[in-house]
Each structure stands twice: as structure tokens, then as C-alpha cells.
């Protein structure tokens, strides 16, 4: 019923900008939270960035703070990530993901977009 579709990676260099998009469709009723989350080879699944739509209480990972920036756009259904002075460290799968409630169900449940992969060299 819902999907998430992201765009933005690429390869870039040190020190550069990229900009991610998540744009939710489906049947949903609301979004009670959107966030980006990546995954580098051999490492676990970690949150970058959330923003909790009610309120846009935002919250960062320690590495990213100051560089990255999460903001959703409500009406469209889209997060994004602008990520600024890229370092390799960062390079990685990036995964949307949001906390959704669809119409008629009991309860919210989280999705996941398909991933976009982020490479920064040096």
C-alpha cells in the first residue's frame, strides 16, 4: 500500500553536497515520523537523522551533526536529506524510512524506501 521512493545519491567528492529525497505514496493516512538511516559494508544499520512530523523535533547521529540537515515538506509526503561537507566516512547506503499509519489500520508501522547509495572519496 505505501512506498517509498528515494533519489539524490551519487558519487561525490570530499567535501561536497548531495541532497536526498523520500517521497511517501500510497494509501496512507499519516506520517508520524520520517528519518534516513545508512548502512556501510560490514557495519550495522544506523539512524543519520529523524524528524517527527506532529512537532519537527529533529534529532542527529553525533558524526553527522552540523554537516547534515533532515526537513519534510508535509504536503508531499517528502523527506530530505541535505548532506554537506561529505566525507568518506560517510559513504554508505542510505535508507528512508518512515513511521506510517494507513487509513483503517490499527496501528502505525515503520516502511523503508529501497536505498540509494552514497559514495564520497577522497
Known amino acids: 500500500q505505501v512506498q517509498l521512493v528515494e533519489s539524490g545519491g551519487g558519487l561525490v567528492q570530499a567535501g561536497g553536497s548531495l541532497r536526498l529525497s523520500c517521497a511517501a505514496s500510497?494509501?496512507?493516512?499519516?506520517?508520524?515520523?520520517m528519518g534516513w538511516y545508512r548502512q556501510a559494508p560490514g557495519k550495522e544499520r544506523e539512524l543519520v537523522a529523524s524528524m517527527l512530523t506532529s512537532g519537527g523535533i529533529t534529532s542527529y547521529a553525533d558524526s553527522v551533526k552540523g554537516r547534515f540537515t533532515i526537513s519534510t515538506d508535509n504536503a508531499k509526503n517528502t523527506a530530505y536529506l541535505q548532506m554537506n561537507s561529505l566525507k568518506p566516512e560517510d559513504t554508505a547506503v542510505y535508507y528512508c524510512n518512515a513511521n506510517i499509519r494507513l487509513r483503517l489500520r490499527p496501528s502505525p508501522r515503520d516502511y523503508w524506501g529501497q536505498g540509494t547509495q552514497v559514495t564520497v572519496s577522497s
Open positions: 500510497g494509501s496512507l493516512f499519516s506520517i508520524n515520523a
